[in-house]
């Protein structure tokens, strides 16, 4: 007993220096462990990207330094709260995103996020669907990338190559691409549309004379007197200089009636332009001479139609300035007529050259009970105008009123 003793201290001493040893291994390996957490933690902390962990709740159970960052949120508000309540008011593109990453493992894309504050920030997504050690999906991991800036720079990219620097219109190149879209629409929908080429008259002599500032003054005043002039799903373009060109979709695929529609827009366009426009102080009048060239479809190339405008509106240059002709020489002869015929209309209500005639009205009898006045125009050289003509004319000039009176 005497020898036995001393071995059992013995062993109990070993056995305890091994479980000291075994305490203090899993200590050291658990600092380490957390050594590297906190040092993974850091990394993470230090991305660019906001990087969030969320739950299939949908609850946030990691924020890093980024995210507070970009969404306005700290760690500690963030933390358990539902994701989609602090940055996807847009709940349905949030949904969309997250039934694809549980689908499919991952998503990647564009995404519409929130500040807290309440603006919108444009991201771009990368996200992940983290499993637990049996293979189940657990949370899903956010990579969120800021793309505010880039997205601004495209934006002037595209409108420097797009848009005129100097009134913002579209420029000559996205004028053709529309111009291509609408002949494929008027072909499709059986539609008529017109091209308006418009240059404005003397304008090198406003520069010569008032320098260009005062110039640029007017093409910005132009250009904001054009886009008054017609309705949204028509186009105003600068092609450069003093050239313009509105081209108008969406009109009647009568020949007759696009010619009525064009050259009323035409004329809106002559009397906004010809108002006096004042250049800084400096009281300024000028006028604009207009081409239209009509199309119904795809029957005219794009760069063709354009020619036909830019003809026509030389023609209206020699014409005398200060109004508008038409490429088509049968629409010409359509609106000149009709242009014709407004102006001795109304010479014909001023030198009342209309005629009132009765026509009675009889009974069953056969007796008279009344009459029916009917206005007759005698025009002194056409001679005898027919109602069918002046009737609709008078309607829509708004001379209607003063012939009934």
Same mark, same amino acid.
């Given at each position: 007993?005497?020898?036995?003793?001393?071995?059992?201290?013995?062993?109990?001493?070993?056995?305890?220096?091994?479980?000291?040893?075994?305490?203090?291994?899993?200590?050291?390996?658990?600092?380490?462990?957390?050594?590297?957490?906190?040092?993974?933690?850091? $990394?993470?902390?230090?991305?660019?990207?906001?990087?969030?962990?969320? /739950?299939? %709740?949908?609850?946030?159970?990691?924020?890093? %330094?980024?995210?507070?960052?970009?969404?306005?949120?700290? %760690?500690? %508000?963030?933390?358990?709260?539902?994701?989609? @309540?602090?940055?996807?008011?847009?709940?349905?593109?949030?949904?969309?995103?997250? &039934?694809?990453?549980?689908?499919?493992?991952?998503?990647?894309?564009?995404?519409?996020?929130?500040?807290? &504050?309440?603006?919108?920030?444009?991201?771009?997504?990368?996200?992940?669907?983290?499993? /637990? &050690?049996?293979?189940?999906?657990?949370?899903?991991?956010?990579?969120?990338?800021?793309?505010?800036?880039?997205?601004?720079?495209?934006?002037?990219?595209?409108?420097?190559?797009?848009?005129?620097?100097?009134?913002?219109?579209?420029?000559?190149?996205?004028?053709?691409?529309?111009?291509?879209?609408?002949?494929?629409?008027? =072909?499709?929908?059986?539609?008529?549309?017109?091209?308006?080429?418009? /240059?404005?008259?003397?304008?090198?002599?406003?520069?010569?004379?008032?320098?260009?500032?005062?110039?640029?003054?007017?093409?910005?005043?132009?250009?904001?007197?054009?886009?008054?002039?017609?309705?949204?799903?028509?186009?105003? @373009?600068?092609?450069?200089?003093?050239?313009?060109?509105?081209? $108008?979709?969406?009109?009647?695929?009568?020949?007759?009636?696009?010619?009525?529609?064009?050259?009323?827009?035409? &004329?809106?366009?002559?009397?906004?332009?010809?108002?006096?426009?004042?250049?800084?102080?400096?009281?300024?009048? +000028?006028?604009?001479?207009?081409?239209?060239?009509?199309?119904?479809?795809?029957?005219?190339?794009?760069?063709?139609?354009?020619?036909?405008?830019?003809?026509?509106?030389?023609?209206?240059?020699? @014409?005398?300035?200060?109004?508008?002709?038409?490429?088509?020489?049968?629409?010409?002869?359509?609106? +000149?007529?009709?242009?014709?015929?407004?102006? /001795?209309?109304?010479? @014909?209500?001023?030198?009342?050259?209309?005629?009132?005639?009765?026509?009675?009205?009889?009974?069953?009898?056969?007796?008279?009970?009344?009459?029916?006045?009917?206005?007759?125009?005698?025009?002194?050289?056409?001679?005898?105008?027919?109602?069918?003509?002046?009737?609709?004319?008078? =309607? =829509?000039?708004?001379?209607?009123?003063?012939?009934?009176?």
């Amino acid at each position: 007993m005497l020898f036995r003793q001393p071995l059992a201290n013995a062993d109990f001493v070993s056995t305890t220096l091994q479980i000291f040893a075994t305490r203090a291994s899993a200590e050291i390996e658990r600092q380490a462990t957390d050594a590297r957490i906190r040092h993974q933690a850091s $990394l993470l902390d230090k991305a660019q990207d906001a990087i969030v962990v969320r /739950d299939l %709740q949908q609850r946030v159970t990691y924020w890093n %330094q980024s995210a507070e960052r970009v969404y306005g949120w700290s %760690q500690q %508000q963030a933390l358990g709260q539902p994701i989609n @309540a602090l940055i996807y008011p847009d709940t349905a593109a949030f949904q969309r995103a997250t &039934e694809a990453v549980l689908a499919h493992g991952e998503w990647a894309g564009e995404i519409v996020q929130h500040h807290r &504050e309440g603006h919108a920030i444009d991201m771009e997504g990368h996200w992940t669907l983290v499993q /637990d &050690e049996h293979g189940q999906p657990e949370s899903v991991l956010e990579i969120n990338t800021d793309i505010r800036q880039r997205k601004a720079t495209d934006r002037e990219i595209q409108r420097l190559a797009f848009f005129d620097t100097l009134t913002g219109l579209p420029n000559r190149m996205l004028l053709l691409d529309r111009m291509h879209q609408a002949l494929g629409n008027a =072909e499709r929908q059986h539609q008529g549309g017109a091209l308006l080429f418009i /240059d404005l008259d003397n304008f090198k002599q406003l520069n010569d004379t008032l320098g260009h500032d005062k110039g640029d003054l007017l093409l910005q005043q132009v250009a904001q007197r054009l886009n008054g002039c017609v309705r949204t799903v028509d186009t105003v @373009a600068r092609l450069g200089g003093d050239e313009f060109v509105v081209m $108008l979709e969406a009109l009647s695929p009568d020949t007759d009636m696009l010619a009525i529609e064009a050259r009323s827009v035409g &004329e809106k366009v002559l009397t906004a332009l010809s108002v006096p426009y004042d250049l800084a102080g400096y009281h300024y009048r +000028s006028t604009p001479s207009i081409g239209v060239a009509p199309f119904r479809g795809n029957q005219t190339r794009v760069l063709d139609l354009l020619k036909q405008a830019d003809l026509a509106m030389y023609q209206a240059k020699t @014409a005398g300035r200060s109004t508008l002709r038409f490429y088509d020489p049968h629409m010409q002869a359509v609106v +000149s007529a009709r242009a014709a015929l407004e102006s /001795d209309l109304r010479t @014909a209500l001023s030198e009342q050259q209309f005629l009132l005639h009765f026509q009675p009205q009889v009974n069953a009898s056969n007796q008279y009970v009344g009459v029916e006045a009917l206005v007759r125009w005698q025009h002194p050289e056409r001679g005898l105008v027919s109602p069918v003509q002046f009737i609709p004319l008078a =309607e =829509e000039t708004g001379l209607i009123l003063t012939l009934g009176r």
